[in-house]
């Protein structure tokens, strides 16, 4: 409002100048932005679906050659055992597993931390932890307290007694899974506590309080209050988790790199591989690997949301 | 917290309250056995860091007897190892990424956050954008390594800070975008009148005011930048300008099995952080769980 010469001191509004709409300024602000991601993820991401229609191989220094072959990359994954024999399933085996395991425990951390217990402020800072540390340090150090003969855990367990309980972790054909599940799982669970934790301090206090009056016992108010609203959360914090046991790759790669034997391979060690670790270098085949998992994964994340957020929306 | 119930004391009563306490115990009893279980790896690390190999394989209980610090400046300044080689590269590589993806990203907040630059695809564009992070790296990084191949940055250290910066750009724009919706507008007005253009209002009057957002973009991203690893060794096949995440990696292949130092390695990588996130959990916190919950 501005006061306009000769209107005998009353305010009224200046006639304004029509507004243009500043698209210089929105072009300098958003434009780095968006020309950045264009450049390095979206044209990636192109060029990986790209890739998976082609044999890509180096012929020389910096040349590299682009065969055609179609849909024969898809082909031979579905005849490649070690795809679909040990990544394959060690992946959805993980991704089915993993994240339930993560979901109750971290919610049910959640909700313990959030009723105040002894020492809670304690627990919040220490669970966070293994998150801040590179997945290599801690692939490294979980080699060294599982190795067999001098690590943590077996001496520890050769000391108590329990000297048959002292496998070969890492070596064995049916352990390696689950000790990558495992340290995987000790390195991300706090990640999941502290959204869900987040997620319940959202709540508002009265409908608990209320819950209170009306005559629920903890027990009832966390059933019939919190958890009901804790929902949106949790969906979105299992949705992560799973898509984080389906991509997972440095825990793995440096714990047990896939093996033995393609034992614990898990689809994104396996990409690595085929893509930098193999004996004939084709850049097409792990792209096509690549652009099927997410395809599975974005797949698996549609239906776990439909399934999950299409129950009792009261 | 709840509200307290009141009841009367009876034999009952009493008997609930002590089955309350014993609850209790044992609930803290098994959340110290898990932050045990989390604590254990670190503490360990660090013991052995100062300890020598042969001890290790002997009792890895042990304590350090003697503290072998020289395990650290061998580490660090040995001309085998050279850490301080690696220290530098972390620290450079984050460092630029941390300015690239600052600029970008908050230029890029302001322009998505601020309602006067609103326009018909606005919406979109940011989907566009936060859609990237349903995107698992291992469809990207193959032809980001062609690509950096193609530019000859294989071997640098550019290549990982244009790909850090950029891969960190959804979740920046995002806080940053978030932040400076929130502020109010006659700020804008206030410094158009004092005849600023755009640019200008945001250089000096927006992004002052952006600083605690800033921080926190700055926090988490340094924590991804000096952590990531599959980049790392994807575009360093040679040691010399490999971050300390990558030459980790290697070092146990390349040197043989002298745990201690390597021990030493992972305590050094993994101090920075630890140590900020101490005096700054709050911050970190906050960072992490911005957009993930409803509310």
Same mark, same amino acid.
């Given at each position: 409002?501005?006061?306009?010469?000769?209107?005998?001191?009353?305010?009224?509004?200046?006639?304004?100048?029509?507004?243009?709409?500043?698209?210089?300024?929105?072009?300098?602000?958003?434009?780095?932005?968006?020309?950045?991601?264009?450049?390095? $993820?979206?044209?990636?991401?192109?060029?990986?679906?790209?890739?998976?229609?082609?044999?890509?191989?180096?012929?020389?220094?910096?040349?590299?050659?682009?065969?055609?072959?179609?849909?024969?990359?898809?082909? *031979?994954?579905?005849?490649?055992?070690?795809?679909?024999?040990?990544?394959?399933?060690?992946? =959805?085996?993980?991704?089915?597993?993993?994240?339930?395991?993560?979901?109750?425990?971290?919610?049910?951390?959640? =909700?313990?931390?959030?009723?105040?217990?002894?020492?809670?402020?304690?627990?919040?800072?220490?669970?966070? =932890?293994?998150?801040?540390?590179?997945?290599?340090?801690?692939?490294?150090?979980?080699?060294?307290?599982?190795?067999?003969?001098?690590?943590?855990?077996?001496?520890?367990?050769?000391?108590?007694?329990?000297?048959?309980?002292?496998?070969?972790?890492?070596?064995?054909?049916? $352990?390696?899974?689950?000790?990558?599940?495992?340290?995987?799982?000790?390195?991300?669970?706090?990640?999941?506590?502290?959204? =869900?934790? *987040?997620?319940?301090?959202?709540?508002?206090?009265?409908?608990?309080?209320?819950?209170?009056?009306?005559?629920?016992?903890?027990?009832?108010?966390?059933?019939?209050?919190?958890?009901?609203?804790?929902?949106?959360?949790?969906?979105?914090?299992?949705?992560?988790?799973?898509?984080?046991?389906?991509?997972?790759?440095?825990?793995?790669?440096?714990?047990?790199?896939?093996?033995?034997?393609?034992?614990?391979?898990?689809?994104?060690?396996?990409?690595?591989?085929?893509?930098?670790?193999?004996?004939?270098?084709?850049?097409?085949?792990?792209? *096509?690997?690549?652009?099927?998992?997410?395809?599975?994964?974005?797949?698996?994340?549609?239906?776990?949301?439909?399934?999950?957020?299409?129950? *009792?929306?009261? | +917290?709840?509200? @307290?119930?009141?009841?009367?004391?009876?034999?009952?009563?009493?008997?609930?309250?002590?089955?309350?306490?014993?609850?209790?115990?044992?609930?803290?009893?098994?959340?110290?056995?898990?932050?045990?279980?989390?604590?254990?790896?670190?503490?360990?690390?660090?013991?052995?860091?100062?300890?020598?190999?042969?001890?290790?394989?002997?009792?890895?209980?042990?304590?350090?007897? &003697?503290?072998?610090?020289?395990?650290?400046?061998?580490?660090?300044?040995?001309?085998?190892?050279?850490?301080?080689?690696?220290?530098?590269?972390?620290?450079?590589?984050?460092?630029?990424?941390?300015?690239?993806?600052?600029?970008?990203?908050?230029?890029?907040?302001?322009?998505?956050?601020?309602?006067?630059?609103?326009?018909?695809?606005?919406?979109?564009?940011?989907?566009?954008?936060?859609?990237?992070?349903?995107?698992?790296?291992?469809?990207?990084?193959? &032809?980001?390594?062609?690509?950096?191949?193609?530019?000859?940055?294989?071997?640098?250290?550019?290549?990982?800070?244009?790909?850090?910066?950029?891969?960190?750009? &959804?979740?920046?724009?995002?806080? +940053?975008?978030?932040?400076?919706?929130?502020?109010?507008?006659?700020?804008?007005?206030?410094?158009?009148?004092?005849?600023?253009?755009?640019?200008? +209002?945001?250089?000096?009057?927006?992004?002052?005011?952006?600083?605690?957002? +800033?921080?926190?973009?700055?926090?988490?991203?340094?924590?991804?930048?000096?952590?990531?690893?599959?980049?790392?060794?994807?575009?360093?096949?040679?040691?010399?300008?490999?971050?300390?995440?990558?030459?980790?990696?290697?070092?146990?292949?390349?040197?043989?099995?002298?745990?201690?130092?390597?021990?030493?390695?992972?305590?050094?990588?993994?101090?920075?952080?630890?140590?900020?996130?101490?005096?700054?959990?709050?911050?970190?916190?906050?960072?992490?769980?911005?957009? @993930?919950?409803?509310?």
């Amino acid at each position: 409002m501005v006061t306009k010469v000769g209107t005998k001191g009353k305010t009224v509004a200046a006639p304004r100048k029509p507004w243009r709409k500043p698209w210089g300024a929105i072009a300098l602000f958003i434009g780095p932005v968006m020309i950045a991601y264009a450049i390095f $993820t979206v044209y990636p991401l192109l060029a990986s679906i790209y890739y998976s229609f082609h044999k890509i191989q180096p012929i020389g220094p910096g040349k590299i050659l682009y065969t055609f072959v179609g849909l024969e990359n898809f082909k *031979a994954l579905l005849n490649d055992y070690r795809f679909t024999d040990f990544a394959v399933p060690n992946t =959805l085996i993980w991704g089915a597993f993993g994240p339930v395991i993560e979901m109750i425990t971290a919610t049910t951390l959640a =909700l313990i931390v959030y009723f105040k217990v002894p020492f809670h402020r304690f627990y919040r800072t220490a669970w966070f =932890l293994p998150q801040l540390v590179s997945g290599v340090i801690i692939g490294l150090v979980f080699r060294w307290i599982f190795n067999v003969d001098w690590g943590l855990l077996n001496v520890t367990l050769r000391a108590v007694g329990l000297d048959s309980l002292a496998l070969n972790w890492l070596g064995r054909t049916d $352990t390696p899974l689950w000790v990558v599940i495992f340290v995987h799982y000790w390195a991300t669970f706090g990640y999941s506590f502290i959204l =869900l934790l *987040a997620g319940l301090t959202t709540i508002p206090e009265e409908l608990i309080e209320a819950a209170y009056i009306d005559g629920a016992t903890r027990l009832q108010a966390i059933r019939r209050v919190l958890l009901p609203l804790l929902r949106p959360t949790f969906v979105t914090v299992l949705i992560l988790s799973f898509m984080g046991k389906m991509r997972a790759f440095n825990v793995v790669w440096v714990l047990t790199g896939g093996g033995p034997i393609h034992r614990s391979e898990t689809v994104a060690t396996y990409v690595q591989k085929r893509a930098f670790n193999w004996t004939s270098l084709d850049l097409g085949y792990p792209s *096509a690997m690549a652009v099927v998992w997410f395809g599975v994964v974005m797949i698996s994340v549609g239906l776990i949301t439909r399934w999950l957020r299409g129950q *009792a929306e009261y | +917290m709840a509200v @307290a119930q009141r009841t009367t004391r009876t034999k009952k009563n009493t008997l609930a309250k002590w089955r309350r306490r014993l609850v209790s115990v044992l609930v803290t009893i098994v959340l110290l056995a898990l932050t045990l279980v989390v604590i254990v790896p670190f503490v360990w690390m660090l013991v052995i860091s100062v300890r020598s190999t042969g001890e290790i394989l002997n009792n890895p209980y042990g304590l350090p007897n &003697p503290i072998r610090w020289q395990n650290y400046t061998k580490l660090f300044f040995d001309p085998e190892y050279r850490f301080y080689r690696y220290f530098f590269n972390s620290i450079f590589v984050s460092g630029f990424a941390l300015l690239l993806n600052g600029v970008i990203a908050t230029m890029g907040g302001y322009g998505f956050g601020r309602s006067r630059y609103d326009f018909k695809f606005r919406g979109l564009l940011l989907a566009a954008l936060l859609g990237a992070l349903m995107l698992p790296p291992q469809i990207l990084y193959i &032809p980001q390594f062609v690509m950096m191949s193609n530019y000859g940055l294989i071997g640098t250290r550019w290549a990982l800070v244009l790909l850090y910066a950029v891969g960190a750009l &959804p979740v920046s724009v995002y806080l +940053m975008a978030t932040y400076f919706s929130q502020l109010p507008s006659e700020l804008e007005d206030a410094a158009r009148i004092d005849g600023c253009n755009d640019f200008g +209002m945001f250089w000096r009057v927006m992004l002052p005011l952006a600083r605690p957002a +800033m921080a926190t973009v700055i926090l988490l991203n340094f924590m991804h930048f000096w952590n990531e690893l599959l980049l790392a060794i994807t575009m360093n096949p040679n040691p010399e300008m490999r971050t300390l995440p990558a030459q980790i990696f290697h070092f146990v292949g390349e040197h043989g099995v002298d745990y201690a130092l390597a021990g030493a390695s992972l305590v050094s990588a993994a101090a920075p952080v630890i140590v900020l996130y101490l005096f700054l959990s709050e911050r970190f916190i906050e960072g992490l769980t911005a957009g @993930a919950i409803k509310g």
